[in-house]
């Protein structure tokens, strides 16, 4: 067996009259992630990951936000791309493991829902998609509910 690592980083500022989504899984909020996209920061964490273990690239050199074509795409599609990308280069995800840091809403919920969502676009099981949550004690701007901040972790394997 032959592994990669990589590890992603998304950050999104949280505005009114946007939906929040996290992991695919829609989260009633006053509040949404401001983007380009549906600016899913979990999602677009985990594409990162999955790039940056074979470094194709971010995020941005494959899905810009100059692009038309991906305004306001649901993330799903993009990880679904993403997952093809390491596919077609040979490999398969191991694992995912992912923090959420956010004030409110508390999303501990909707973590199974998300787990769901992100094991079937990547042909896992539940148990290998690992999400938590955090605050950040109200410090800094995710504390003062300003924005999201998703990271990830992915672990490949080739045969």
């Known amino acids: 067996m032959y592994y990669r690592i990589g590890s992603g980083v998304d950050f999104h500022q ?13 989260i009633p909020h006053v509040k949404g992630a401001k983007g380009h996209s549906d600016a ?16 194709l690239g971010d995020i941005g050199v494959h899905f810009p936000d100059t692009s038309e074509e991906f305004r306001d795409i649901d993330s799903k599609i993009l ?8 596919h077609e280069k040979g490999y398969r995800v191991v694992n995912i493991d ?21 094991s079937r676009l990547l042909g896992l099981s539940i148990e290998d998609v ?4 955090t605050t950040t004690e109200k410090m800094g701007f995710v504390g003062r509910e300003e924005g999201v901040v ?7 394997s080739k045969e």
């Open 40 to 55: 899913d920061v979990l999602l677009h964490a985990i594409c990162d990951a999955l790039l940056g273990a074979l470094a």
């Open 14 to 26: 949280l505005v009114e009259g946007r939906r929040l989504w996290l992991g695919g899984v829609e």
């Open 79 to 86: 990880l679904r791309r993403t997952f093809s990308m390491i």
């Open 130 to 133: 690992s999400i938590k949550a």
């Open 150 to 156: 998703a990271y990830a972790t992915a672990l490949l």
């Open 98 to 118: 992912s923090t959420i840091c956010l004030e409110v809403p508390k999303i501990k919920p909707y973590i199974p829902a998300m787990q769901d969502v992100i």
